[in-house]
């Protein structure tokens, strides 16, 4: 595998770090946010690749998870854990290479961008990561973020367009969704991870159903 990587980036180094665990509790003892994938072989020593796997989705929610395995039937386990995909041994260069481009691609779509708040005299950069949802009321835009509530002046149309990438979803007239703090859906209602409850219209049912049901199927999760 390290091999792969290598010839993967043809050798370069500044493109790519490698550090390798023998052992489930050696990863979690050393585990920090900020990897971009792990390879994950569900055979190990002691706690297995999908026990591990739960653990760290405890940690981090949204790392690319891809399982290395010849136990083909544990694959379809990792949609309880939001795999992105799983490579089959013994693994050749070719599926190898495949999947680790897929991995990339998906990785760079998942990156936030910087939105700038502005209201009067004051501007605001927060990152799109950081904002669960956006509301509309009069003139003003209202940035509802892990860190507080920002007020600022804007088209929530324009917002739109500028979050399309990073999958922000209109439930309604007045609220732009980020789906990662989505807590559950439940009729005309959803909930939000931080306790807020926003209304679905009934002309946007449908079509928000179908943007959440296609962004889950992509490997991500409530």
């Not at 500044?14 to 050696?26: M, N």
Request: charged fraction near 25%; charge should be positive.
């Amino acid at each position: 595998m390290c091999s792969y990587i290598r010839q993967y980036y043809n050798s370069d180094a500044t493109k790519y770090a490698i550090t390798v665990y023998d052992k489930a509790e050696l990863l979690l003892n050393n585990f920090q946010t900020g990897y971009d994938i792990i390879f994950l072989d569900i055979k190990l020593p002691g706690m297995d690749g999908m026990q591990l796997s739960h653990e760290i989705r405890k940690i981090d929610p949204i790392v690319t998870i891809i399982f290395v395995t010849n136990l083909v039937q544990f694959a379809v386990k990792g949609y309880e854990v939001s795999a992105f995909d799983f490579v089959v041994k013994p693994v050749s260069y070719s599926d190898f290479a495949l999947k680790l481009k897929r991995a990339e691609t998906a990785i760079e779509n998942k990156r936030d961008v910087d939105v700038t708040v502005s209201e009067r005299f004051k501007t605001t950069r927060v990152s799109s990561g950081e904002i669960i949802y956006v509301e509309v009321a009069g003139h003003y835009l209202y940035y509802h973020t892990q860190n507080g509530v920002l007020k600022g002046y804007g088209s929530i149309s324009k917002l739109e367009n500028t979050l399309s990438s990073k999958n922000f979803m209109r439930c309604n007239n007045c609220y732009l969704v980020n789906p990662r703090y989505i807590k559950s859906v439940q009729g005309y209602t959803v909930i939000m991870k931080n306790g807020d409850e926003l209304l679905i219209s009934h002309q946007r049912k449908k079509a928000f159903m179908t943007e959440l049901t296609i962004w889950l199927g992509e490997g991500k999760n409530l």
